[in-house]
């Protein structure tokens, strides 16, 4: 039976959860999980959904071998030409995101490390226009090292994106050319640079339960926990080794979602790539369970996503807060 308790107390934050009683969590009446995730998401978060844009800095041409990745040597993806970017062009378009309404720029490198250089120096440059604006920043580019990691924070860097994607188990079905260790490793640069970690997975790959279940015990027992937790399914992409992959059920993102809230009550929990796949009332259930962050604009890196207004149009259904400072197409949403 599921207390109604709205008082916070230090069970709610936990760095020893074990494995199974993450899949017992997972597993639960679906009308019990989500009840329990939105007593945990109401104590802990306001109803407020940030908004955090994505663009791609440089793209393709990376040499690690993630199967799901259309930017990777070993896919047959077909993608759009696309220079690497240069600082005013990038700082234009997080202009254009923040009058979109967009309180983060999220910005990704297809690289499996960073090397030290111009397109460095760039990146740190483009993370300080970033800050300037007034908007969190958050970079995704491979590995990096603690030099690197300190530059970055000196620069102002909100967050590194670094996800596990899958369990420790399943990981080399997905990907050989890196280890699971090789990502903690980074990811521990990136703490110890006092940079958040923004670190999530994908559902979708053809994992089990069980796998779902182990990819959260090792987020949930990071102590502190990542500050931001993307929740991805699989965007199958033509060219990819897992163009094939069938389409997960919604409920399972929902569970994934909710999950995720219950064992990390003060992260932010996105609801990452996929969201075309989901019907509008699916993002509802994954808003009230916890979701409190999406992809905003109609491109993710190399795969679309819903329109600006469609989802500032579903966020004003729904009733969460979110930031309604934008200057485009002001008059299409309700302004409250
Ligand atoms: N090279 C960097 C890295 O691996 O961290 C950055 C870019 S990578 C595209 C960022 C994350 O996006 C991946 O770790 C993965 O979790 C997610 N992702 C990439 N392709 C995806 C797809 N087709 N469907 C769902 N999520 C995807
Ligand atoms: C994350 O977890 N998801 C975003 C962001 N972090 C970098 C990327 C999603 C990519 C989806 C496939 C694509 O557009 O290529
Ligand atoms: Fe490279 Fe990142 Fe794509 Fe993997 S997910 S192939 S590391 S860009």
Same mark, same amino acid.
């Given at each position: ?73 070993? !896919?047959?993806?077909?993608?759009? @030409? &696309? ?5 005013? #062009? $990038? ?5 254009? =995101? ?115 279940? !182990?990819?959260?015990?090792?987020? @949930? &027992? ?5 500050? #931001? $937790? ?5 965007? =199958? ?100």
């Amino acid at each position: 039976m599921i207390e109604l308790d709205l008082v916070k107390t230090s069970k709610d934050l936990r760095f020893n959860w074990c494995r199974e009683e993450i899949l017992e969590i997972l597993n639960m009446p679906l009308i019990d999980l989500m009840w329990k995730a939105q007593i945990i998401h109401r104590k802990y978060n306001d109803y407020k959904v940030q908004l955090s844009s994505l663009f791609s800095v440089k793209t393709g041409g990376c040499t690690e071998n993630c199967s799901y990745c259309s930017q990777s040597i070993y !896919s047959s993806s077909q993608l759009k @030409s &696309n220079p690497l970017q240069e600082v005013a #062009s $990038v700082l234009e378009r997080a202009q254009l =995101a923040k009058d979109e309404g967009a309180e983060r720029f999220c910005m990704g490198w297809a690289w499996r490390e960073i090397r030290d250089g111009s397109a460095f120096n760039s990146m740190l440059e483009m993370v300080r226009g970033v800050r300037k604006l007034g908007m969190e920043a958050c970079v995704t580019a491979g590995m990096l090292n603690d030099n690197q990691a300190a530059k970055l924070a000196e620069a102002g860097l909100t967050a590194y994106n670094h996800n596990l994607d899958t369990s420790p188990e399943f990981y080399r079905n997905i990907i050989t050319t890196r280890t699971y260790q090789d990502r903690l490793d980074t990811l521990k640069r990136v703490r110890n640079a006092g940079i958040n970690i923004c670190c999530g997975g994908i559902i979708g790959l053809g994992e089990s339960k069980k796998d779902r279940a !182990s990819l959260l015990e090792v987020l @949930s &027992n990071m102590n502190p926990h990542p500050e #931001s $937790v993307p929740i991805n399914s699989l965007v =199958a992409i033509e060219g990819t080794g897992l163009e094939d992959s069938k389409a997960i059920d919604s409920i399972e993102m929902i569970r994934m979602i909710a999950t995720a809230r219950i064992l990390m009550p003060k992260s932010k929990v996105r609801l990452s790539a996929g969201r075309e796949n989901l019907t509008k009332e699916a993002q509802i259930l994954c808003f009230q369970c916890g979701a409190n962050s999406i992809f905003y604009g109609d491109e993710l890196l190399t795969t679309s996503n819903p329109a600006c207004e469609t989802d500032r149009r579903l966020l004003s259904e729904v009733g969460v807060s979110f930031n309604k400072n934008f200057s485009f197409n002001k008059n299409a949403v309700s302004s409250k």
